[in-house]
């Protein structure tokens, strides 16, 4: 992964080329989301950016997600509960989600995976792995 002072860089330096108003708020979601490796919550990160930011709102965190989706720089971390998780590693990697806390740990497969043959005429250009289980703590 690249240095995150480069990546937080190369997100003020988008937003400025796309007009888009750079604020302490934003700049520390996104540094918030880079930070953290336990695939937060919109709510999670509004939680942490209230700590330094009291009067931001959870709107402004949510577009800023949103802003960072969009821009490349999070990505959703398919999950089949209520709440959308996002992740600021946007390297090919898999997860490991744990069904009773809902903990998401990032895996990386060396070999890949083989995909099967015949795709029924599908390109595909990745693929991202969500294995489901017991963590080491709801295991015991
Ligand atoms: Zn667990
Ligand atoms: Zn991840």
Same mark, same amino acid.
């Given at each position: &992964?690249?240095?995150?002072?480069? &990546?937080? =860089? #190369?997100?003020?330096?988008?937003? !400025?080329?796309?007009?888009?108003?750079?604020? $302490?708020? !934003?700049?520390?979601?996104?540094? +918030?989301?880079?930070?953290?490796?336990?695939?937060?919550?919109?709510?999670? +990160?509004?939680?942490?950016? =209230?700590?330094?930011? $009291?009067?931001?709102?959870?709107?402004?965190?949510? !577009? *800023?997600?949103? *802003?960072?989706?969009? &821009? @490349?720089?999070?990505? !959703?971390?398919?999950?089949? @509960? /209520?709440?959308?998780?996002?992740? #600021?590693?946007?390297?090919?990697?898999?997860?490991? +989600?744990?069904? /009773?806390?809902?903990?998401? =740990?990032? +895996?990386? %497969?060396?070999?890949?995976?083989?995909? $099967?043959? /015949? %795709?029924? @005429?599908?390109?595909? #250009?990745?693929?991202?792995?969500?294995?489901? @289980?017991?963590? $080491?703590?709801?295991?015991?």
């Amino acid at each position: &992964m690249e240095l995150k002072e480069d &990546m937080l =860089k #190369a997100f003020v330096d988008k937003c !400025r080329e796309q007009g888009l108003k750079i604020t $302490p708020q !934003r700049v520390a979601v996104y540094e +918030i989301l880079l930070n953290s490796h336990t695939h937060p919550t919109v709510e999670e +990160i509004y939680e942490e950016v =209230k700590k330094k930011y $009291p009067f931001v709102s959870l709107a402004t965190v949510y !577009r *800023t997600v949103e *802003t960072l989706e969009q &821009m @490349g720089f999070a990505k !959703r971390v398919c999950y089949w @509960g /209520n709440s959308v998780r996002y992740d #600021a590693n946007t390297e090919e990697h898999h997860h490991l +989600i744990c069904t /009773n806390c809902g903990s998401i =740990k990032d +895996i990386y %497969l060396e070999d890949g995976i083989n995909l $099967p043959e /015949n %795709l029924e @005429g599908f390109k595909p #250009a990745g693929y991202s792995v969500n294995i489901y @289980g017991l963590c $080491p703590n709801c295991k015991n």
